[in-house]
């Protein structure tokens, strides 16, 4: 595969084989970035309180027809999908007893948003727990729904897993969760820029997820979608500004307690059409399977390397730009700092309930070079510091 080193900013020394954590900016987005950072900076009156509302509604409306939604209106742009969570969650109206059934391959910082609205509320947040390895779509989908109960208020999912790096059918899961009258959330920060995406096909009624990762946006750019149906749930904003009651509405509630949140730089969310132009320039759902293959390939020689189990077949239906590798290792941290500092090598290493993983993420401008410096420095370390590995 031929790579685009050239095109990102990202330091040329260093096998960068994270882009799942933060993403990258190619230098166009980058450089379109800046330009909205001193628009900005010239007349921020005129850019925040005028010019900014149409500006933002014309990158929704772009990001709309990428993530195949019909209305623009019913995107709001967010700094995080973590955030995407949190106004859902508070919205909710929970109450004691009500159940949010959800896998136990969920992110952290979401859990800890459940968990917290759960407790003050009395209700549950279910941790179904998901037999690894996974063997098949509908195995996986029976397993998820053995959780569910008469308390089931609604179903959270990820779209794609942060630590094992799991595509799930959610398109499947969330037509039978429907099915039973329940509320649908999925969490798809992984999802856009990395694999085909239709908001409309799959039809939840809240989807969030990142645009600075895969899309390559700049930092701190992604979004929520609520659906009509549901958009009247959200009554009370996260973070209570302007937009609450006031002067002048946008017409959409939804718009109005999440986009009009106080002084921002909200000059990120303004990326979005130029990354979706790059990625056009660049035929990046050629790049995309590339990328995926080349993460699938070599896959087995770090399976084998580890004597461990895949976990999930090694298909591109379960695993795009990402794979997750388990590790026999206690010191997942030292591990990691130690390949980043001696060997220029970034990779993270996640704990996840008690196992450890290694995700590596592949993207146009790695190479079988950066994976082959992974691969023969662990060989290396397990020879000669066998400390890290048991």
Known sequence: MQTMKEQFLINPAIHFLNFGSFGACPKPVFENYQYWQRLLEFESVQFITVDGVQYLANSRAALAKYVEVDDRDDLVYITNPTLGVNIIAKNLALAPGDEILTTNLEYGACDRTWDLYCEKSKAVYRRQNIRLPITSKEDFINNFFEGLNSNTKAIFISHITAATALILPVKEMVAIAKSKGLITIVDGAHVPGHIPLSIKDIDPDFYTGACHKWMMAA???????????????????????????PIKSSGSTFIDYNQMIGTRDFSAFLTVPECIKF????????????CSAMAIENATRFIALFGTTPISPLTPEWIGQMVSIPVPTTQPEELQRHLFTQFKIEVPFMRHANRVYMRYSINGFNSTEDLDALFNTLQMLKKDVPDYFH
Request: glycine share 6%; charged share 30%.
């Open 219 to 245: 930092k701190g750019c992604s979004f929520l979608y609520a659906h009509k149906r549901v958009q009247h749930l959200l009554k009370e904003p996260l973070i209570v500004s302007w937009g609450y009651k």
């Open 279 to 290: 990625m056009e320039e660049h035929n990046w759902r050629q790049v995309a399977k590339d």
